[in-house]
């Protein structure tokens, strides 16, 4: 049977496109029908299209191509942990932002690549990891600046009806049941909860 290849692309959300990778990866030979695409972070390897592609689709003798090395995870020890695998089951890794791996010398020289990018991908993986690193020390900035300025976060508090007091009493008195009062005060049983609880 003959060797074949795939694509894997990686965005972080849902919000971001995943085009420019896929012209990539259909430019270099995959084609369209044979790319895993995941929207989530790249934190760890634990993403569902990945880990399909990687237990259940790829084999001994065929090629993974990606757009970039960080697509694979942006922790550098997931990387190496990752690119060792594929090594093991035979899975040839082609990334496109590293051309060496591109290229497909003879088996007596393969030391030679091995080498240059075992180099650059311990240096790339650690430019992804400060990255990582970066982006989740700048959002934990913003979250304690804008606490300072009292911005609240989650979900807006709801205003209470006007009728709320005398209905809750009534509701504590036994007069009414919680059923009754949500229809009284045209609010879901959910809000009647949180206001009664949260004092909102």
């Known amino acids: 049977m003959d060797n074949r290849i795939y694509g894997y692309a990686r965005v972080s959300s849902r919000e971001q496109n995943e085009d420019r990778q896929i012209e990539a990866l259909i430019s270099f030979g995959v084609n369209k029908n044979n790319i895993i695409i995941d929207k989530c972070s790249g934190k760890d390897t634990e993403r569902e299209g990945y880990q399909y592609l990687k237990k259940q689709i790829l084999r001994n003798g065929d090629t993974?191509?990606?757009?970039?090395?960080?697509?694979?995870?942006?922790?550098?020890?997931?990387?190496?942990?990752?690119?060792?695998?594929f090594k093991e089951k035979g899975i040839h890794v082609k990334i496109l932002d590293i051309p060496t791996t591109l290229t497909d010398f003879p088996s007596e020289q393969m030391w030679i690549m091995d080498m240059i990018n075992a180099i650059l991908i311990e240096v790339l993986g650690s430019i992804s990891e400060n990255e990582r690193n970066?982006?989740?020390?700048?959002?934990?900035?913003?979250?304690?600046?804008?606490?300072?300025?009292?911005?609240?976060?989650?979900?807006?508090?709801?205003?209470?009806?006007?009728?709320?007091?005398?209905?809750?009493?009534?509701?504590?008195?036994?007069?009414?049941?919680?059923?009754?009062?949500?229809?009284?005060?045209?609010?879901?049983?959910?809000?009647?909860?949180?206001?009664?609880?949260?004092?909102?």
């Open 134 to 200: 970066k982006i989740r020390t700048r959002q934990r900035e913003g979250i304690d600046a804008a606490k300072k300025k009292n911005i609240k976060f989650g979900r807006p508090a709801i205003a209470r009806p006007e009728n709320w007091d005398s209905i809750c009493a009534k509701v504590e008195a036994k007069e009414l049941t919680v059923s009754q009062a949500i229809k009284i005060l045209n609010i879901s049983r959910s809000s009647y909860y949180r206001m009664h609880n949260h004092q909102i």
């Open 64 to 85: 993974l191509v990606i757009k970039e090395l960080d697509r694979l995870s942006r922790n550098k020890s997931d990387i190496k942990h990752e690119l060792e695998y």
